[in-house]
T-cell receptor
Framework: AQSVTQPDIHITVSEGASLELRCNYSYGATPYLFWYVQSPGQGLQLLLKYFSGDTLVQGIKGFEAEFKRSQSSFNLRKPSVHWSDAAEYFCAVGLGGGGNKLTFGTGTQLKVEL | NAGVTQTPKFQVLKTGQSMTLQCAQDMNHEYMSWYRQDPGMGLRLIHYSVGAGITDQGEVPNGYNVSRSTTEDFPLRLLSAAPSQTSVYFC????????????FGPGTRLTVT
């Protein structure tokens, strides 16, 4: 069965520092990959997605992610974190026709120190 | 254009009670899904629908029923609530074809005592 692993439950970074959130997946075929962000008490907002083509994808709010097939990874990065980036981040694999069914990782809680 | 709406926002039930969580969308999306979010477990798929009249089970379907009589609505029914169903429930929709993201509603926080 497919699975998504986010090995870091909590991460703390200083404002202005760079950020990398890790995501590894287990899935036999070419996956649809997503990163979502959730602010406290809110729903999920899509940051970026990968389906095919260029393995480095750009998203909203200055985030990017790189798909590495050999490592089964889809890590999220941001060169300079802002205090407003504090939130929970979820990596997800989409299955089914076009990625209808999402399997989520357990999330990484990001804290930003001023 | 409201996107995806969910009602109620909060609900407290007693064990054994039944209720329906409502989800509505005005984006004319074919795909709709229900997820539950529990601390430390991410979101897990309960049921999904690929169009009116078609539903299927996800990862954690037990204790929940769904139906899809219209494109716009996808209610989730708890037949006999249990404390293990205390969770935050999210409805999501997706357009048809590759490359379409899922749009999530604001969630319903359910507590079963």
């Amino acid at each position: 069965a497919q699975s998504v692993t986010q090995p870091d439950i909590h991460i703390t970074v200083s404002e202005g520092a760079s950020l990398e959130l890790r995501c590894n997946y287990s899935y036999g075929a070419t996956p649809y990959l997503f990163w979502y962000v959730q602010s406290p008490g809110q729903g999920l907002q899509l940051l970026l997605k990968y389906f095919s083509g260029d393995t480095l994808v750009q998203g909203i709010k200055g985030f990017e992610a790189e798909f590495k097939r050999s490592q089964s990874s889809f890590n999220l990065r941001k060169p300079s974190v802002h205090w407003s980036d504090a939130a929970e981040y979820f990596c997800a694999v989409g299955l089914g026709g076009g990625g209808n069914k999402l399997t989520f990782g357990t999330g990484t809680q990001l804290k930003v120190e001023l | 254009n409201a996107g995806v709406t969910q009602t109620p926002k909060f609900q407290v039930l007693k064990t054994g009670q039944s209720m329906t969580l409502q989800c509505a969308q005005d984006m004319n999306h074919e795909y709709m899904s229900w997820y539950r979010q529990d601390p430390g477990m991410g979101l897990r798929l309960i049921h999904y629908s690929v169009g009116a009249g078609i539903t299927d089970q996800g990862e954690v379907p037990n204790g929940y029923n769904v139906s899809r009589s219209t494109t716009e609505d996808f209610p989730l029914r708890l037949l006999s609530a249990a404390p293990s169903q205390t969770s935050v429930y999210f409805c999501a929709t997706r357009g048809q074809g590759k490359g379409y993201e899922q749009y999530f509603g604001p969630g319903t926080r359910l507590t079963v005592t």
